[in-house]
């Protein structure tokens, strides 16, 4: 395929599956608050029987604690999948207990407090488990939908395209989820430069290694190659930046940065500072201009690069990744390092309600009844 074309494959791609994925994330959080819903209604009721004439009577405060579930499940459950959402704090706990108290002046303080408390604590703990059955059914999901995204006759057939189009449709997708969800690795974020390495394996024909055995890029954004140093830094270790101290952080908090830039500035050579300005999206020909010169957004880009590369020396290694000499199935899970090869003879296409790719079965079993019969919350169904 012509570059063009294949830079275009690769973006659309790109593009569909974080439109897909988010679209699936809304379905399923609907679904989830469905299932809350009715979690709400098996372990809080709002009628009552009279133990003294044996009627059924409305209970208010049942309604209240239901209300309650409900707010502290549907703010948990957006907080989890990366949406706005209210923080429950014990102020809203003490407000609750207090809008019980009045329901109920004879209702002892304590206890009002302990049902509302407990409330919470089911409502965080199912929402909890509701983010992470959405999460983990996503994971199929995004395979199903790669298939069907890049089905085995498109491409002319190429399977080569055909597969790696299906892993780079299945990394973006899971990507945007767990970018949501925040279950991401550091450094591990798809960036434009891992996209136009996808372009080039379908121009070429030629299936490089993109990604880690640790799940992390082999290349920066830049499309420079990432150090081991920075592969550290992702998995989280410890003592490998230096912290910002002395007196200039207590007068001037940018100086000892601004230091660092300018040194860096003054010590690259021409044919350096001119790859600088480029990846800083600069012009070129400003090369020749000490920094002071430099206006504010040519500074701005080159701080900015100055943080994502950490080093000038990363400049001069340019992603270069091992041909993978495997048979095209096997060749794009290597490349992306996933776990199995996306084969469509099990996903196909149909017509109707149905999606083919997110199912209509019941996602979340432990909001069912079963759980709830032995939970503590029961203990609240009577009211405080």
């Known amino acids: 395929?012509?570059?063009?074309?294949?830079?275009?494959?690769?973006?659309?791609?790109?593009?569909?599956?974080?439109?897909?994925?988010?679209?699936?994330?809304?379905?399923?959080?609907?679904?989830?608050?469905?299932?809350?819903?009715d979690r709400s209604r098996n372990i809080i009721k709002t009628s009552r029987i009279d133990s003294r004439t044996g009627e059924i009577r409305y209970n208010p405060a049942g309604r209240l604690l239901r209300d309650?579930?409900?707010?502290?499940?549907?703010?948990?459950?957006?907080?989890?999948?990366?949406?706005?959402?209210?923080?429950?704090?014990?102020?809203?706990?003490?407000?609750?207990?207090?809008?019980?108290?009045?329901?109920?002046?004879?209702?002892?303080?304590?206890?009002?407090?302990?049902?509302?408390?407990?409330?919470r604590d089911v409502a965080v703990d199912d929402a909890a488990h509701a983010a992470a059955d959405i999460v983990a059914h996503l994971g199929s999901v995004a395979a199903r939908r790669a298939i069907l995204h890049a089905t085995d006759d498109r491409f002319d057939g190429d399977q080569l395209s055909v597969h790696v189009s299906r892993h780079w449709y299945q990394r973006c997708y899971d990507d945007h989820v767990h970018g949501l969800t925040r279950s991401r690795q550091p450094l591990a974020e798809v960036t434009g430069a891992e996209e136009h390495q996808v372009a080039l394996t379908l121009e070429s024909g030629q299936a490089r290694r993109l990604i880690g055995t640790d799940g992390v890029p082999l290349f920066t954004a830049h499309g420079t190659m990432l150090t081991s140093q920075d592969r550290r830094l992702a998995a989280?270790?410890?003592?490998?930046?230096?912290?910002?101290?002395?007196?200039?952080?207590?007068?001037?908090?940018?100086?000892?940065l601004r230091d660092r830039v300018t040194q860096t500035w003054s010590a690259l050579t021409p044919a350096e500072r001119k790859q600088w300005l480029r990846l800083a999206g600069a012009d070129p020909e400003s090369a020749d201009l000490t920094w002071s010169s430099l206006d504010g957004n040519e500074q701005t880009g080159i701080i900015r690069l100055y943080l994502d590369t950490h080093r000038p020396d990363q400049?001069?290694?340019?992603?270069?990744?091992?041909?993978?000499?495997?048979?095209?199935?096997?060749?794009?899970?290597?490349?992306?390092?996933?776990?199995?090869?996306?084969?469509?003879?099990?996903?196909?296409?149909?017509?109707?309600?149905?999606?083919?790719?997110?199912?209509?079965?019941?996602?979340?079993?432990?909001?069912?009844?079963?759980?709830?019969?032995?939970?503590?919350?029961?203990?609240?169904?009577?009211?405080?």
Do not use: C, K
């Open 236 to 256: 989280g270790a410890a003592g490998l930046v230096s912290p910002i101290s002395g007196v200039e952080h207590h007068t001037e908090a940018t100086r000892v």
């Open 1 to 37: 395929m012509q570059a063009a074309l294949t830079e275009a494959v690769a973006r659309s791609t790109r593009e569909q599956a974080v439109a897909d994925a988010r679209h699936d994330l809304q379905e399923l959080r609907r679904r989830a608050i469905e299932a809350g819903r």
């Open 315 to 384: 400049l001069a290694l340019p992603f270069q990744g091992s041909v993978i000499d495997q048979e095209p199935r096997l060749a794009a899970v290597i490349m992306f390092n996933h776990r199995t090869p996306l084969d469509g003879g099990g996903v196909q296409s149909v017509s109707g309600e149905q999606d083919p790719a997110l199912g209509d079965a019941a996602l979340y079993d432990h909001l069912g009844h079963e759980r709830a019969r032995d939970h503590p919350a029961n203990s609240i169904e009577r009211g405080p």
């Open 68 to 119: 309650w579930y409900l707010h502290v499940y549907l703010n948990t459950l957006r907080a989890n999948l990366g949406e706005p959402a209210v923080t429950i704090d014990a102020q809203q706990v003490e407000d609750t207990t207090a809008q019980l108290r009045r329901i109920r002046p004879a209702a002892d303080g304590l206890n009002a407090l302990q049902a509302a408390g407990v409330v």
